[in-house]
């Protein structure tokens, strides 16, 4: 009997790369879409993988743009005889000029997968990943302090308020990501509910994710890292660096976001998912390095350590993680400072401290 295939997006992404791990050695076959055959060509040579290469267990799909409103051809080919679908691959970044920009690529991935998928006889799950941006209200913690999250919660603003935002206005580009996640994922519950496909329909939303970054492989990249990683990449840069004020404060480990998703898809689960693993600052976040890895301490951003922490000072929202823990059975109880060092000792084995505290950066 063959292994079950699994089709992932996005392959060489941060989360991607752990889910396919977890797929692997459970005994699955991992079929990975990549946009461009260069990226392709450093999946391979990215060491987590050679084994699963070796062995024939990933083969890799080009696939340049999955957001052509094509009514699924796109994908087609790509879902061909898998049984499960992991759609992990964002389409943009925080970096768009535009309300368009945002809204139309997001859309259109997640219901390109759909239209795809719909008339499968093999497929029996399929999981997106979202964020918990499509959830909560972008507004400094100090105004939300008490508030908790859930499924049933939605980023307040509506595309009136927003698509007509010029991309230099405050937040303005927040607020296209927050209600590009939200239209998605209310489009693709819109579109289950429709069709009434014969797979089970999942969609996950994690904060920032922290944790061993293992589809990076050399400093150089690194340096460039965006989002979640590239705040804990922006506080190795030496003593004096100052810290940025936080938008969330809630994260989650790359590993259990992973685990979320493989659980989705290999129990067939259905519905909304908020997921979180505790709450953070940048000061927090830098006390914690130096506990973990004081032979660094030259690396990290020191803050002001002797005050109370932006936390401490202004409370924080939390998450609503009860239906995640019981219907995915995760614990989602990973100490922060765990994350943390296996993340600094993972920079650490690909060289980032090899070079002088500042210059990852330039």
Request: a negative charge; glycine letters at 8%; aromatic letters at 10%.
């Amino acid at each position: 009997m063959s292994a079950p295939i699994i089709a992932i997006t996005g392959l060489n992404g941060y989360i991607a790369t752990h889910v396919a791990l977890l797929f692997l050695q459970n005994g699955w076959t991992v079929r990975g879409s990549v946009r461009s055959a260069s990226t392709g060509e450093k999946v391979k040579k990215n060491p987590v993988f050679k084994r699963w290469f070796d062995e024939g267990k990933v083969e890799l799909v080009t696939i340049e743009d999955f957001t052509i409103p094509d009514g699924g051809e796109t994908f087609r080919p790509f879902l061909e005889g898998v049984k499960g679908v992991a759609h992990l691959a964002a389409p943009v970044n925080q970096d768009g000029k535009t309300w368009e920009h945002y809204k139309n690529p997001t859309i259109q991935g997640l219901l390109g997968i759909l239209q795809a998928a719909k008339d499968s006889t093999t497929i029996e799950s399929i999981s997106i990943m979202s964020s918990v941006a499509s959830a909560f209200a972008l507004l400094p913690p100090e105004e939300q302090a008490k508030k908790v999250y859930g499924e049933n919660d939605w980023f307040p603003l509506e595309e009136v308020d927003i698509k007509d935002k010029r991309p230099d206005e405050p937040f303005a580009a927040g607020m296209w990501y927050c209600a590009a996640k939200k239209y998605s994922e209310q489009a693709g519950f819109k579109w289950v509910e429709e069709n009434k496909p014969n797979w089970a329909f999942s969609i996950l939303a994690p904060p920032m994710n922290y944790g061993p970054p293992l589809h990076i492989t050399e400093p150089a990249v690194l340096a460039d890292a965006q989002s979640s990683l590239g705040e804990l990449v922006a506080l190795i840069q030496g003593k004096d660096t100052p810290l940025n004020s936080e938008v969330s404060t809630s994260w989650i480990d790359v590993r259990d976001c992973a685990l979320a998703v493989y659980r989705a898809v290999t129990w067939k689960k259905s519905g909304r998912f908020l997921l979180s693993g505790g709450l953070y600052d940048f000061q927090i976040i830098a006390d914690t390095y130096r506990k973990v890895r004081p032979d660094l301490d030259a690396y990290f951003s020191l803050g002001k350590p002797d005050e109370p922490t932006p936390i401490a000072r202004q409370g924080a929202w939390r998450i609503d993680t009860s239906k995640a823990k019981a219907e995915l059975g995760l614990k989602l109880d990973r100490p922060l400072a765990e994350s943390l060092k296996d993340t600094l000792d993972y920079f650490e084995q690909i060289g980032a401290f090899k070079l002088p505290p500042g210059k990852l950066r330039g």
